[in-house]
């Protein structure tokens, strides 16, 4: 056996040459990988899909072929293509981290270097540094946490059980190839070792899997119970005015939805606002849309009465952008909703449909 392999290493690393997924930022078992790549990849990923997320790595790259051209594209431009990835403190964050690398001449290769870049933290600076610089990391994604609990059968719910499971992880990690193991690991949760049904007898760790050996595999990892999401309302207004533009506001740089354009609304609290068009950005003949708009947070649920309206005059503070363009100006997805809805109330269909 090589130096510094497990057989659990040895065996995942001889079925990731063979299966490794064929992704837009992944490179060939053994080959060295380019860290713009990874990064981006590693970015765009966090609690987002793989496949929601293949279409926006590839804008990015042919829009920006490297860091250096990423760092000096306007931070427009880098929000506007990031809408609808959400968690947008991240977009904010990348452009943040190309302009330091740039800064740099190039990309740290360690761990601690990588955590010095905005939005970099501890996975996703052990995601590069494994996997483009091979040094010896361990990143431990959700993919990878399924596997180590039901390799080594532990029934600790997370999140509790993560401390011991990235214990476990670093400790199955080789000397070479870390970041192919990484990666096989990722693969194996995504494909095989899945969370429901997972597919055990194709499983080329099956033998030395504790979980599968009790008959538990399908039940780990386990889980605490969640706390209820709490509940939050307002009011969103729809302006459109005789020129045919619809009055939009850029939102602060920081916190939620931070510096991109949203619909005007009322505050978001426990309940909508008792007399929500007191607060709206204009006086109007406003039209109720028939529906609400709800929109589901990562720490809350939010339900939006929207209210439309026809002006003549454009008096309310804000941008008013004309309605050809707001389908491509990087609203937001609670924001696309609020302006089909209070478009359609007013006859306007087809928004969000180019």
């Known amino acids: 056996m090589p130096p510094g392999r497990s057989p659990v290493s040895r065996k995942l690393l001889a079925w990731y040459d063979v299966h490794a997924r064929a992704l837009p930022w992944r490179y060939r078992p053994g080959v060295k990988a380019d860290p713009y790549r990874v990064w981006l990849s590693e970015v765009m990923l966090q609690q987002t899909t793989v496949a929601a997320v293949k279409t926006y790595f590839q804008r990015f790259t042919a829009l920006w072929p490297t860091v250096f051209d990423l760092a000096a594209a306007p931070v427009d431009d880098v929000m506007r293509e990031w809408a609808g990835l959400g968690y947008y403190s991240r977009a904010r964050n990348l452009h943040a981290a190309a302009k330091a690398v740039a800064a740099l001449g190039g990309f740290p290769d360690t761990e601690d270097g990588l955590r010095a870049l905005p939005g970099v933290g501890p996975y996703t600076a052990a995601a590069i540094a494994a996997i483009a610089f091979d040094r010896k990391a361990s990143p431990v994604d959700g993919n990878i ?187 937001p997805s609670v924001m696309r909703k609020i302006a089909a809805a209070g478009l359609g109330a007013l006859g306007v269909d087809g928004f969000g449909r180019g």
């Open 145 to 331: 946490e399924r596997v180590v609990a039901r390799l080594f059968a532990v029934e600790t719910p997370l999140p509790a059980a993560k401390p011991d499971l990235k214990a476990r992880a670093a400790a199955l990690t080789p000397d070479r190839r870390a970041g192919d193991f990484a990666q096989a690991l990722m693969d194996l949760g995504a494909t095989i070792c899945t969370p429901r049904s997972p597919a055990c007898p194709l499983c080329p760790l099956n033998d030395g899997c504790k979980a599968y050996a009790d008959g538990i595999a399908a039940a780990l990892p386990r889980r605490a119970p969640k706390a209820a999401r709490p509940e939050r309302a307002g009011a969103a207004f729809v302006l459109l005015s005789a020129k045919g533009n619809v009055l939009v506001r850029r939102r602060p740089p920081k916190g939620l939805l931070g510096g991109m354009l949203e619909l005007p609304s009322t505050p978001w609290g426990p309940s909508s606002p008792a007399e929500p068009l007191a607060l709206a950005p204009q006086t109007a003949s406003w039209t109720r849309a028939a529906d609400q708009v709800t929109h589901v947070f990562t720490h809350f649920r939010l339900t939006l009465d929207v209210y439309a309206a026809r002006v003549g005059a454009e008096t309310a503070e804000g941008l008013w952008l004309p309605l050809a363009d707001l389908d491509g100006a990087g609203l």
